[in-house]
């Protein structure tokens, strides 16, 4: 056999376990983090908007045949709202998470329009698909509310955090809004997923850079070639102002990742908070208090179930003030 049909046999044997070794990983890596449903922990408090004295109405909405389950919170009539804020919810239990901040900007006299992603809470779904699956729901409760009389014609804001901000700011690409308040977004969806498996150590940190370029792929497939738009892209092609908040000790969204560093476009304010992490609408405090409901290991359910019933609620989710007044003050500039 001649040298080089040797080599070639070679080449093709060691790109076929490259593929072999990446392909795998990089398949159970993303159904690990967006094969499954996003509900409520049995254990946590979920604020209603009852607490909030908030009137809260049902609104179906429909995007590329998939229901999503939204809701319009206000505190006033509808009709007699200044503005519409399409809130969009991160990681967890959709909107149910985040009933305070959304009473905190129904509470200024706007109606708020929050919709569980695909796959969330009260939206259907076997599992949540990817990271612009969140755009799509801003994207539908955009349509929402544009086919609600109520709201129609007057200014929209969208404003998210984490994964919600990701996907207001990709969805700013496709509709047309006023204004856009990201809150630790990431820029690039599948630098995040390698990002994150680079926090988990061991092979995880090894693995990150070799499952990124399948991770686009898996983004395009699902998604098309909005499934790796970056934020800062997105925020470019729209031109709309935003807002870009994060915290410089953001342990879940890297800050030289984020959508706040990459982003160089003029329409663009950026505030980064130098002793805030992954919830800096939150007070330090209220973030400290939060931490405390990671790395649990508890021998029984009951002993879970007696922490959880104690934790103070109230306190781990205490806003900052002025961060708010700020957001606030954007929203009022539009």
């Known amino acids: 056999m001649e040298w080089y049909f040797t080599l070639i046999i070679a080449v093709a044997v060691t790109a076929l376990f490259a593929l072999i070794f990446t392909v795998g990983p990089a398949v159970i890596i993303y159904k690990s983090a967006f094969g499954r449903r ?63 901040e959304i009473a905190h900007f129904a509470g200024q006299g706007n109606a708020v329009i929050a919709v569980d992603a695909y796959g969330c809470n009260n939206s259907q779904g076997k599992n949540i698909k990817g990271f612009y699956a969140g755009a799509e729901a801003v994207i539908a409760a955009y349509i929402g509310v544009n086919c609600e009389k109520r709201l129609a014609g007057k200014p929209v804001v969208l404003v998210g955090h984490s994964w919600g901000a990701y996907s207001v700011l990709a969805a700013s690409a ?23 498996l680079k926090k988990t150590g061991g092979l995880g940190r090894l693995y990150a850079p070799l499952v990124y370029g399948w ?16 934020a800062s892209t997105a925020i470019k092609k729209s031109g709309v102002k935003a807002l870009l908040i994060h915290g410089e000790m953001d342990n879940v969204v890297n800050l030289k990742n984020s959508a706040a560093v990459k982003c160089a476009d003029k329409n663009a304010i950026k505030l980064i908070l130098p002793d805030k992490r992954h919830n800096p609408y939150n007070t330090v405090s209220a973030e400290d208090k939060l931490a405390e409901l990671g790395g649990n290991k508890f021998e029984s359910e009951e002993q879970a179930k007696d922490f959880f019933e104690n934790f103070d609620w109230k306190a781990a989710t205490e806003e900052d003030e002025e961060v708010m007044k700020k957001i606030d003050g954007f929203i009022e500039s539009l």
Do not use: W
């Open 38 to 100: 996003q509900d409520k922990n049995p254990f946590f408090k979920y604020y209603t908007e009852n607490d909030f004295g908030l009137t809260a109405e049902h609104m179906s909405v429909y995007y590329c045949g998939m229901h999503l389950a939204g809701t319009i919170y206000s505190v006033k009539p509808v009709e007699e709202c200044e503005k519409v804020v399409i809130f969009q919810h991160g990681f967890g239990a959709g909107s149910s998470s985040y009933i305070t």
């Open 174 to 196: 496709t509709v047309k809004v006023d204004g856009v308040v990201a809150i630790s977004a990431f820029d690039s969806p599948a630098k995040c997923v390698c990002d994150i």
């Open 215 to 230: 991770v686009r792929l898996i983004n395009l497939i699902k998604f098309g070639f909005k499934g790796n738009l970056k």
